[in-house]
């Protein structure tokens, strides 16, 4: 199989495309996932986005579909349990819908373990064996790959990074919890700390960017650029949560290296640099020494190179473990 069909399920957007073996991306569409009208017209327009790629491919039936999608989901059943910023996703099927709407073989993976996946195959970590990733986006998500293994648990839910509490006395999640690294990092975190930023006064810069609109977690990132002193406390904090985050999973898994991706990871060396002063504070040190910490090399197409890679990955149909060559 050098060809597959990637889909990308965001919160925010849904994207597909052709992936080839080697890498090559091709055929790109994208829509607004518009995930407020709930989950048919969700996978309605994932099954046209799918069908759009393919007929300006000219794919035929036997290609199969890799789909990347936001979880608690069991890439076995292919069920997504929950989707917290997804109006309506809960027990929903997804696999088994797109199936019958599509005509091909889907496989259907977490988001933030397909980005592993892709980041090995295809970007900033080929060849590693042994990689945590991030993908900071509206929400976080992650992967873990251990002795070139994906580890996700016995339902295939683990790694849910973005979920890890760093404080129980913390903000509330989308989850339900407290003090999830997500409630720090999440674009819509850094979003809720940037509109208190504005209304307690302390922002003129993020006030104007936002103009008539709410503030955004891209208006946090540029105004912390500009020099906006609250803004980079609030990229601040949200390094130091994520660090936390991190220790926890450097001291089980003893990574190489660890990779972020996602929008949020735009924010380039003003995320980076507090987040590499921090996590020696909370990580152990003979184990923390000799990790290195880089963004992705995959960009916006994270996930469809994700998606690409649990394709060409995955057994036939069985939902066994993920193992890279």
């Known amino acids: 199989m050098d060809t597959v069909l990637a889909v ?8 597909a495309a052709v992936v080839r073996r080697d890498g090559t991306l091709l055929y790109h569409r994208q829509t607004a996932t518009g995930a407020r ?8 327009r994932i099954t046209r986005l799918v069908e759009q790629v393919a007929t300006d491919a000219g794919i035929d039936r036997s290609v199969p579909v890799g789909i990347v999608a936001p979880g608690p989901l069991e890439p076995a059943t292919g069920v997504v349990l929950f989707a917290p910023n997804l109006v309506g996703w809960q027990h929903v099927p997804l696999r088994k819908l797109l199936e019958e709407r599509l005509g091909r073989r889907v496989v259907l993976g977490n988001d ?3 980005a592993a996946l892709g980041e090995v195959l295809f970007g900033a970590a080929k060849g590693c064996r042994h990689l945590v990733h991030v993908m900071l986006g509206t929400g976080v998500g992650g992967g873990v790959i251990s002795h070139g293994q994906l580890i996700e648990g016995v339902r295939g839910l683990g790694t849910e990074i973005g979920h890890v509490s760093v404080d129980p006395t913390g903000p509330r999640c989308t989850c339900g919890g407290a003090g999830c690294v997500e409630a720090y990092v999440g674009g819509w975190a850094l979003a809720r700390d940037g509109e208190a930023l504005v209304r307690s006064g302390r922002s003129e810069r993020l006030l104007e960017l936002a103009g008539d609109g709410p503030v955004t977690a891209a208006h946090v ?3 912390a650029r500009a020099g906006d002193a609250g803004a980079r406390a609030i990229l ?3 390094a130091r949560a994520l660090a936390a985050g991190l220790a926890g999973l450097v001291n089980v898994f003893n990574p190489e290296l660890i990779v972020l991706g996602g929008g949020v990871a735009r924010a380039g060396e003003l995320l980076l640099d507090p987040l590499r002063r921090w ?6 040190h003979y184990i923390v020494e000799h990790v290195e910490v880089r963004l992705s090399a995959l960009g916006d197409d994270t996930g469809l190179y994700g998606a690409a890679a649990r394709a060409f990955l995955a057994s036939e149909g069985s939902g066994a473990d993920i193992r890279l060559p």
């Open 8 to 15: 990308d399920f965001g919160a925010t957007n849904l994207r």
């Open 37 to 44: 009208d709930g989950v048919v017209a969700v996978i309605e």
């Open 112 to 114: 933030g373990n397909g």
């Open 221 to 223: 990132v540029e105004a």
């Open 236 to 238: 601040e904090n949200a």
């Open 279 to 284: 996590l020696p504070v909370y990580a152990i």
